[in-house]
C-alpha cells in the first residue's frame, strides 16, 4: 500500500509539472508565431501588389543565405528537419538565434516569392524559445528533450490551425512508426493552448468541409485505396526533386551567397517563361482545388520543382504548404483521369501527400477531420496508410529515426536515421514479395540478354 501511495504520488507530481510546462510552452510559442504570421500575411499582401515582385528573388536568397551561413547555420533549408536532427543528435539543443535569423530569412523569401512554407520557422520558433528556457533553468537533457517537443507541437498546431493533429505532427513526426506516448499530454497541452493564443490575437485559418457523401461501395473504395497509390507516388516526386535539387546545389563549389543568386535567377527565368502559379505559400491554387476547381495536370510537378529549387539554393521557410499544393493538386488530376467528384480528391490529397512525405499517418488522417469535417475522414485515412507505406524509407526529414519496417519483405536495421538507410543496401527477405520480384527482374533480364546474343 505504501509503494502504491508513492508512485501515485509521484505521478501526480510528474504531470502536475508537465501541465504547467506545457501550458508555459504554449504560451512562450503562442505570441511569436502569431506575430510572424500576421507580419508575413501582411507583408505578402503588400508584395502581391507588384506585379514583376519575383525579379527580386536573386537579392532575397542572397541575403537569406548570407544571414543563415554567418549568423545561425541551423536555420538553413526547411526548419523542421533541422529541429528533429537536433532532437536525436543533441537532445533538443537549439542556439536561440535560430529563432530571429530564420523569422528574417523566412519573410525575406516568401515575401519576393520563393516556394517555401511558413511552418518550419513556427517549429524553430516553438523548438529554439522552449530550449533557450530549458537551458536558462537548467533542465537536463530528458527534459529539455521533451520541451522542445512541447515547443514543436505548438509551432505546428498555431500555423496549421488545428490544434489536435498539429500537436500529433510534432510527436509523429520524429520517427517512423512510432510515438513517444511520454510526451503526447504535453504536446496536447502545448499545441491546444498555442493555438488559442493565436486564435484570439485575430490569426485566422483556413476550413473547408467537403459536402460530397460518397454512398459506400466496394468500387468507390477501390477508387480511394487507387488515390493512395497515385499519392505516395506524387509524394516520392516530390522528394525525388528536392534531393535532386540539394544535390545539385551541393556541386556547385562556390560561395554560398552566390548559390542564392544562382537560384533565384533560375527561379525568375522560369516563372518568365511558365507562370506565377507556383511561387510563395500557394495558398490561393490549394483553396481553388478544394473548391472543385480542376487542376492542371503538370502542376504537382512544377510545385515540387520550385520548392526544390527555393529550398536548395538559398531559400528559407518550411515545406508542409508545398506538400499540401502538391497533394491538392494531385488529387484532383486523380479525380480528373477517375471521373470523380474534384473537391473531395483534392482533400483526399492534400492530406495523403503529406502522410507519405513526411511519414506522419496518424497526424494527416486526423487533420482530414479538423479541416474538411467527418464525412472525408475514413477515405482520407485509408489513402494515408497507403501514400505511408508507399514511400517506403523515403521522406521530406532524412533525420527522422526508422522505428519499424513498412514490409516484411524487406530487411532494414531499424533505429538508424533514414538518410543512412538510404546510404544502404536493402536485403529482400528470402521468399518475400520483393525477393519474387528481383528474381523474375532478372529472368526477364537474361531473357533478354539471350535475344540479343
Known amino acids: 500500500m505504501k509503494t502504491h501511495i508513492t508512485e501515485s504520488t509521484l505521478l501526480f507530481i510528474s504531470i502536475s509539472k508537465w501541465v504547467f510546462l506545457a501550458t508555459l510552452s504554449g504560451v512562450i510559442v503562442g505570441f511569436p508565431t502569431a506575430l510572424f504570421l500576421k507580419v508575413l500575411r501582411s507583408s505578402s499582401e503588400w508584395a502581391g501588389g507588384w506585379e514583376y515582385s519575383y525579379f527580386f528573388l536573386p537579392a532575397a536568397f542572397f541575403l537569406s543565405a548570407i544571414l543563415v551561413k554567418y549568423l545561425a547555420p541551423d536555420a538553413k533549408g526547411h526548419g523542421t528537419e533541422k529541429v528533429i536532427e537536433a532532437i536525436h543528435r543533441r537532445s533538443g539543443k537549439i542556439p536561440l538565434m535560430v529563432v530571429p535569423v530564420k523569422l528574417v530569412a523566412t519573410l525575406l523569401t516568401l515575401v519576393a516569392g520563393g516556394s517555401a512554407g511558413k511552418e518550419g520557422p513556427c517549429a524553430q520558433i516553438g523548438a529554439g524559445i522552449t530550449s533557450a528556457f530549458s537551458d536558462l533553468f537548467r533542465f537536463g537533457p530528458h527534459d529539455r528533450k521533451k520541451l522542445v517537443i512541447c515547443g514543436i507541437s505548438a509551432g505546428f498546431a498555431a500555423v496549421f490551425g488545428t490544434p489536435i493533429a498539429g500537436a500529433i505532427f510534432g510527436v509523429e513526426v520524429l520517427f517512423v512508426g512510432a510515438i513517444l506516448y511520454e510526451v503526447l499530454l504535453p504536446s496536447f497541452i502545448a499545441g491546444i493552448t498555442s493555438y488559442q493564443i493565436s486564435a484570439a490575437i485575430g490569426v485566422t485559418y483556413f476550413y473547408k468541409p467537403i459536402k460530397f457523401m460518397p454512398v459506400f461501395s466496394e468500387t468507390f473504395m477501390l477508387k480511394v485505396m487507387l488515390a493512395g497509390v497515385f499519392c505516395g507516388l506524387a509524394a516520392i516526386s516530390l522528394i525525388e526533386i528536392v534531393k535532386y535539387f540539394e544535390k545539385r546545389a551541393h556541386n556547385m563549389k562556390i560561395w554560398e551567397p552566390a548559390r542564392g543568386l544562382a537560384g533565384g535567377g533560375a527561379l525568375v527565368v522560369l516563372t518568365y517563361l511558365a507562370s506565377k502559379r507556383y511561387l510563395g505559400l500557394g495558398l490561393d491554387v490549394i483553396e481553388d482545388t478544394l473548391s472543385g476547381i480542376p487542376a492542371h495536370w503538370y502542376d504537382f510537378v512544377m510545385k515540387s520543382v520550385y520548392t526544390g529549387i527555393t529550398l536548395s539554393f538559398g531559400g528559407s521557410g518550411g515545406i508542409i504548404t508545398p506538400i499540401f499544393f502538391v497533394g491538392a493538386t494531385a488529387g484532383s488530376l486523380y479525380a480528373g483521369i477517375m471521373h470523380l467528384d474534384h473537391a473531395t480528391f483534392a482533400a483526399i490529397g492534400m492530406v ?102
Do not use: H, W
Request: charged share 15%; proline share 6%.
Open 352 to 453: 495523403a501527400v503529406l502522410a507519405g512525405a513526411a511519414n506522419t499517418p496518424i497526424a494527416a488522417s486526423i487533420m482530414a477531420i479538423e479541416l474538411f469535417g467527418p464525412v472525408v475522414a475514413p477515405y482520407a485515412t485509408v489513402a494515408c496508410v497507403i501514400s505511408f507505406l508507399m514511400t517506403g524509407n523515403l521522406s521530406v526529414y532524412p533525420s527522422q529515426v526508422l522505428s519499424i519496417s513498412k514490409s516484411d519483405s524487406i530487411k532494414v536495421e531499424l533505429g538508424k536515421e533514414l538518410q543512412q538507410m538510404q546510404r544502404s543496401t536493402y536485403t529482400p527477405t528470402p521468399g518475400g514479395l520483393a525477393a519474387l520480384a528481383i528474381r523474375f527482374i532478372q529472368k526477364v533480364d537474361d531473357a533478354v540478354n539471350s535475344l540479343r546474343r
